[in-house]
């Protein structure tokens, strides 16, 4: 069986566009390969280093949604990243492996850097040596367990591609130690927010939670955006610039043509399509909330499913840091 190894930050409940554009892949995955999901605290912390309650209440809160939305602990090995001090030493040795330049002229580094001027000014202070380095952080948490596939979206992939130059740079060095991970491209596409985004994100104001109680589902999915052309119930719309319909074909609702065909032919209101929506959205998140809620009543087993997988992570971190000790020669 191959490793796939992938990680998520803790800094927030999951949300509709997690579920379809992420762990709906992982779970199509689960089964098929020795799969490592790492809950990456350290990274998280990197952004959020002057938050640590909001960093560790998210690690529980967001295993409980991943184990929620299906993920099943058996077949994936869920693990703290701050549990393994192994990706902390590897960062390190990494560290003199890449070049100040080579990280700032990356394509998610950048973006992120630009992100943040926006919302801090200019300052250069907002950046630091831990944000900037963080793909070399990533490139431990990757290597460290011999991951050979990494399911990602488009916007991680120059992270995987830095984690690639580091393992031949390594092996070029201290000899074939570490194995070059491939990508594994998440299929489905970015899910769009309410508001018409591209992309549903916590920051943007625009998602719905898996946990969202149905007074506020209904009161986001009221809010969504439709055909702006559309003023009067019994006028035409076009569906395909409309959210709720594109919610509605995500939702994959059985009667996708009707809802089209009647906006088209101006035999449907929008308060209706929307009701329709919220119907359908209450009852996808329902199997999902009861688990939450389980688990929010049984914190033991969700610490339990952590403390067994970080263990086995461990092992594996330690048997690559055997290697990689040997290969460096500081194998006191
Ligand atoms: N950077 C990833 C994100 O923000 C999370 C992550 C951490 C990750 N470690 C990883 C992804 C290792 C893939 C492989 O979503
Ligand atoms: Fe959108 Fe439905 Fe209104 Fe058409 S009827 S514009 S699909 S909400």
Same mark, same amino acid.
């Given at each position: 069986?191959? @490793? %796939?190894? @992938?990680?998520?930050?803790?800094? +927030? $409940?999951?949300?509709?566009?997690?579920? &379809?554009? =992420?762990?709906?892949?992982?779970?199509?995955?689960?089964?098929?390969?020795? &799969?490592?999901?790492? %809950?990456?605290?350290?990274? =998280?912390?990197?952004?959020?280093?002057?938050?640590?309650?909001?960093?560790?209440?998210?690690?529980? #809160? *967001?295993t409980i949604d991943l184990l929620s939305c299906g993920i099943n602990p058996s077949q994936v @090995?869920?693990?703290?990243?701050?549990? %393994?001090?192994? %990706? =902390? #030493?590897?960062?390190?040795?990494?560290? $003199?492996?890449? @070049?100040?330049?080579? *990280?700032?002229? $990356?394509?998610t580094i950048k973006t992120e850097i630009s992100q943040k001027k926006a919302i801090f000014g200019e300052k250069g202070e907002s950046v630091t040596y831990g944000f900037v380095g963080y793909p070399v952080s990533q490139a431990a948490d990757i290597t460290a367990f011999s991951g050979e596939l990494v399911p990602v979206g488009e916007d991680q992939l120059?992270?995987?591609?830095?984690?690639?130059?580091?393992?031949?740079?390594?092996?070029?060095?201290? +000899?074939?130690?570490l194995i070059e991970p491939s990508h594994l491209l998440t299929t489905t596409p970015r899910v769009k927010g309410l508001d018409g985004a591209e992309k549903m994100g916590k920051s943007l104001g625009n998602a719905i939670f898996l946990n969202d109680s149905e007074d506020v589902i209904s009161k986001k999915i009221m809010g969504a955006v439709t055909d702006t052309k559309k003023i009067k119930k019994d006028d035409p719309a076009d569906p395909e610039v409309?959210?709720?319909?594109?919610?509605?074909?995500?939702?994959?609702? #059985?009667?996708?043509?009707?809802?089209?065909?009647?906006?088209?032919?101006?035999?449907?209101?929008?308060?209706?399509?929307?009701?329709e929506l919220i119907e359908k959205m209450l009852a996808f998140l329902k199997p999902i909330q009861e688990k939450q809620a389980y688990f929010h009543e049984h914190p033991e087993e969700v610490e339990k499913i952590l403390e067994e997988g970080t263990n086995k992570a461990s092992l594996k971190a330690k048997d690559t840091m055997i290697r990689v000790r040997k290969s460096m020669k500081i194998d006191y």
């Open positions: 069986m191959k @490793t %796939i190894l @992938t990680g998520i930050r803790p800094t +927030g $409940n999951l949300h509709v566009g997690h579920f &379809f554009g =992420a762990v709906q892949n992982w779970k199509s995955l689960q089964g098929q390969y020795e &799969f490592y999901l790492e %809950i990456a605290d350290v990274q =998280a912390l990197t952004d959020h280093f002057h938050d640590p309650e909001m960093v560790r209440k998210n690690v529980y #809160e *967001l @090995t869920f693990f703290i990243q701050s549990k %393994i001090p192994e %990706i =902390a #030493e590897l960062t390190v040795f990494y560290s $003199n492996l890449v @070049t100040m330049s080579r *990280l700032y002229r $990356n394509p120059p992270l995987l591609e830095q984690c690639r130059e580091i393992v031949r740079k390594f092996n070029s060095i201290y +000899g074939d130690t409309c959210m709720v319909y594109y919610y509605h074909k995500l939702m994959k609702n #059985e009667n996708l043509e009707t809802v089209c065909q009647e906006c088209r032919q101006g035999k449907r209101g929008c308060v209706a399509c929307k009701r």
